[in-house]
């Protein structure tokens, strides 16, 4: 009897290839599973199951992890601001932790002795991959076939087409993985440390050019509303403001980072609508937030993004900086204004009833009603104090 082995699949070249290995080279009975954590249509999903099947699959499953994502993972990067270097967004290593999870789940549910997965030996998806099964399901053993042969793209391509799969291999060239909080492309160029990706490696195309003005509402940190329009739930929201969005090119950029196995990495993403939320929400909270609130943010955000981002999801110490984050968005709610043009956008400005610039108290610059200059006098002197203690005793006053 031949042996089940879970692959994780999203019917790109790396998975193409562990699909005709597995079933023709080893002879396992393959039961592929894709994660759809919010890139794929219905359309492209019936088309990834077609290939599946004519890659000789036993059978083909279907997650649909978008909510899911959003509710355990990309909401708390929404309420952190999480950008890794400055720069990214977390669209794919975020979505990586939810899919890896799916998919240990589905091999314990049907009880398969492998799990097996594209990633190769460069990069973080391996270690996100393997930790997480090696964590929630321990017993199963895990295939790698592209890391343990030591695969090139090229060689891969070569591969499949001696064994007759056609793929549009021009496009296989680039690594594309789309999800909802954004999509990463990888190619010849991001293993460079120079080179920019061509415009044709893009997903997107830039076909917009007229400026325009959105109106994002949020309640208690989550986007809830565009304009006028208003959705029962943020992913939605989130996929809305993706399609006005990304057709003017925002969001576009190349990520330069530290991976988990010590060396530094290149990759290309898109992630319109992501970068608009995080600088929009994160502006409104500059309004709306203490300064303390705000500083704590910054430092425990960092933290969660970056043992995200290396796979630790279900270390326990997420949950409790999860009820951190979560507590303090109880007053971030009101509307930011946000104006969108050809590669760039600009936050506007932003209305909200918990506005701590408010001026009932004082125009900064300006004017105040709420204390004299005598009282800044007095101030000021005792908050300087033992600063000028330290001159005096020291002898630099």
């Not at 929400?281 to 303390?292: A, F, N, P, Q, Y």
């Not at 704590?296 to 969660?304: E, G, I, N, T, V």
Request: glycine content about 8%.
């Amino acid at each position: 009897m031949k042996k089940k082995v879970v692959l994780a699949y999203s019917g790109g070249l790396d998975t193409s290839f562990c699909c005709i290995y597995l079933t023709r080279d080893l002879g396992y009975e393959v039961h592929s599973v894709i994660v759809n954590t919010g890139g794929f249509s219905d359309e492209e999903l019936k088309g990834v199951e077609e290939r599946a099947y004519q890659m000789g699959v036993t059978s083909h499953h279907v997650v649909d992890e978008t909510e899911n994502f959003y509710n355990t993972c990309v909401r708390f990067l929404i309420y952190g601001n999480v950008l890794k270097n400055n720069t990214y967004p977390l669209s794919v290593s975020a979505e990586r932790v939810s899919q890896a999870t799916a998919i240990a789940n589905y091999a314990k549910e049907i009880g398969a002795e492998f799990v097996a997965h594209g990633s190769t030996g460069a990069g973080n998806d391996q270690v996100r991959f393997d930790m997480i099964f090696n964590i929630l399901v321990p017993e199963v053993q895990i295939i790698t076939p592209i890391r343990d042969l030591k695969l090139s793209r090229e060689e891969e391509i070569e591969y499949l087409k001696k064994h007759g799969v056609e793929m549009n291999f021009e496009k296989a060239k680039y690594s594309i993985n789309k999800g909802i909080w954004g999509t990463s492309v990888g190619g010849k160029e991001t293993l460079t440390s120079n080179l920019s990706l061509p415009e044709e490696a893009w997903p997107t195309q830039v076909s917009a050019s007229e400026p325009k003005t959105l109106e994002l509402v949020f309640e208690q940190g989550e986007l809830v509303g565009i304009d006028n329009e208003k959705y029962d739930h943020p992913t939605k929201a989130i996929q809305a403001l993706q399609a006005i969005a990304q057709p003017y090119g925002i969001g576009r950029d190349i990520h330069v980072g530290d991976t988990i196995i010590g060396i530094k990495g290149r990759v290309g993403f898109e992630a319109a609508a992501p970068m608009v939320i995080i600088k929009a929400h994160h502006t409104l909270e500059k309004h709306v937030l203490t300064k303390w609130q705000l500083s704590w943010k910054d430092q425990l955000s960092a933290f969660y993004g970056n043992w995200l981002h290396e796979g630790q999801f279900h270390d326990p110490i997420m949950r409790n900086m999860e009820a951190f984050l979560a507590d303090t968005q109880k007053n971030v709610s009101g509307k930011v204004f946000v104006e969108l043009h050809p590669y760039r956008f600009q936050v506007v400005g932003i209305e909200s009833d918990h506005d701590l610039m408010s001026n009932k108290f004082g125009s900064y610059g300006e004017m105040n009603n709420s204390w004299s200059g005598e009282d800044v006098k007095g101030f000021s002197k005792i908050f300087g104090n033992q600063v000028m203690i330290y001159h005096k005793v020291n002898g630099q006053a």
